[in-house]
Structures are given as C-alpha cells and as structure tokens.
C-alpha cells in the first residue's frame, strides 16, 4: 500500500483548507506517517489537487478519464489535476461543449515516471506528434514541493474503485500514448480552437476565469460553465455575493502562483484582474 507522510492538514490548517469549499466539502484531519486509513466512504484528498480545481462531487469527465486510463486519482500530480481542470473550463466556458475524452487525448498523453513512490506516478503531458493542432499556451509550475504532505480525508459518497487508496504504481498501458484521430466533427471544435489560440487566449485566462466564478472544474454540477448566471449560480463552490471578502482572498491566494508563474514565464504584464476581463472576451456565455 502507498504511504504518506504526516499530514500538515490539522486545526487551523483544516479550516482554511475548509474554506475552499465550504459549501461542498466535509473534511477530517489527515493522519500520521504511514498507510492512509480512510473510513467507508471518504477518500484521500490532497490540499493541491482542491486548489487546482477539483471539487466534491468530482465530475464524470474525471471518472471517465480515470477508468480509461486505468488509475486511480492518487497516482496523479498537481500538474496533470491543474491540466485536467483547465481543458475541462476551456471545453465548457470557451468552447460551449462538455469536456470530451476523445479531445483531451488528441492534445494529451500519459507518462509514467521514474521514481519509485506509488503517489504520484505518472503524470499528463502535452503531445508533441508533428501534424497536431496545438493547444492553447499552458504553463506548469515545475515543482510542487512537498504536496504529498497536505492530505485530508473527504466524504466522497459513491466512491469510485479508482477513489480508492492504490496498492500499487499506476501499470503503463497501450491507451495512454495511443493517438487519438479526431472524427469529422470534431473540426469545428479544432477550428475554434486554433481561433482562440491565434487571438492570444491562455491557460492562465481560463484558470483565472474558473478562479474568479467560484467554479471547480472537476466538480459534477448541475449545468455547465458556458451557462453560469451570476455570484447565486448554484455550481459556484460558494454561492452568494454577501459576506465573501474571506472566501474571495482565500480563492484568488490560491491559484494566484499559476497566474504570476505564466506570466512570469512569458513576459507578460498582466495583472490578474486584467486576465480574467480578457478571458470573459474570449468567453461563450450562453442564458438558460
């Protein structure tokens, strides 16, 4: 079985960890050193992967990558939580579509890495196959130091076989490098795309746009982003524009290193604000 360290998430840390979904989560401290041992019905969940965007009741498009792949959602890291989160707003937001698998795998692959641990053994990356449509621009921060420290234990409700704490690394499988050839409709998709891409939008837009809505991406929710109608929208992670002030610096605090880390990395002068009006102009709100 895969062990952890001690966990940081305790007290005062565990509230604020709270506060990142108040109104979606139901959290208990992480344990100590060793094998985690979650009770019937909760799930590991690291501080990281809540700040990249998942959220309970995690979404089917999460389940399906997982059960297509073959692994569990602990054998991921950060970044491949911060890529799924980021392609799963893009589809819903900018290009008015449900998160699709066959999408996803046309721009990403899977890797296994070479270290030994079963936390975190393999990992999503960007396909470099000549002839591919490119995705937009996404930066990911090279290290999460010491991420596998920030556990907790969540209710999970349906609990997924792939929820479950792995007995061992994530097994390479044909599926996760294999090419995906995009069937005739989906060049609409592609096209747009490419529009957006050539237009200037980002993965740090999206991740601002998704930040400043309140919205977890990997969060199944009851309509999807391109329809969101406001702060009392009921897929916000915290609904309601009064009383929020805390909730609003513990949200943007959050993500706020993935902002500054891409525009750090590209030579931008963007302030955050200034990203999230410009990826509301890329936007395709729709009304219900």
């Known amino acids: 079985m895969a062990s ?3 966990s940081r998430v305790r007290g005062d840390v565990l509230q604020t960890v709270q506060g990142l979904g108040a109104g ?3 959290l208990r401290e992480g344990g100590d050193a060793g094998v985690p041992r979650p009770r019937a019905g909760e799930t590991v969940l690291f501080t990281s992967f809540l700040m990249a965007g998942l959220a309970l009741p995690f979404s089917e498009f999460l389940k399906f990558v997982l059960d297509y792949y073959g692994i569990h959602l602990a054998h991921l890291v950060p970044n491949s939580i911060v890529i799924l989160s980021t392609f799963a707003h893009f589809c819903e937001m900018f290009l008015a579509i449900p998160p699709n698998l066959h999408l996803f795998r046309y721009f990403f692959l899977l890797r296994p890495h070479t270290s030994e641990g079963i936390v975190g053994s393999c990992s999503f990356q960007r396909r470099s196959d000549s002839g591919l449509e490119a995705f937009i621009p996404l930066t990911l921060k090279d290290k999460w130091i010491g991420w596998t420290q920030h556990w907790s234990y969540v209710a999970a409700g349906d609990l997924w076989e792939s929820l479950q704490w792995p007995v061992a690394r994530a097994v390479l499988r044909p599926e996760w490098s294999a090419k995906e050839v995009p069937e005739a409709r989906a060049r609409c998709a592609l096209d747009r795309i490419r529009h957006l891409r050539d237009a200037g939008l ?5 991740i601002g746009d998704f930040v400043r809505r309140r919205l ?3 969060r199944e929710r009851a309509h999807m982003a391109c329809y969101y109608h406001g702060v009392d929208d009921e897929t916000r992670t ?3 524009g009064k009383g929020l002030l805390t909730v609003l610096v513990i949200s943007l605090s959050s993500l706020h290193f993935f902002l500054n880390w891409e525009m750090n990395r590209s030579g931008w002068g963007f302030g955050q604000g200034e990203l999230e009006d410009m990826a509301s ?3 395709t709100p729709r009304h219900v």
Do not use: I, K, R
Request: a neutral charge; aromatic letters at 4%.
């Open 281 to 283: 102009c890329f936007a």
């Open 238 to 240: 915290h609904v309601g």
């Open 202 to 206: 980002t993965g740090a837009m999206v």
């Open 4 to 6: 952890l360290p001690s």
């Open 24 to 26: 979606v989560l139901v």
């Open 216 to 218: 977890s991406p990997l």
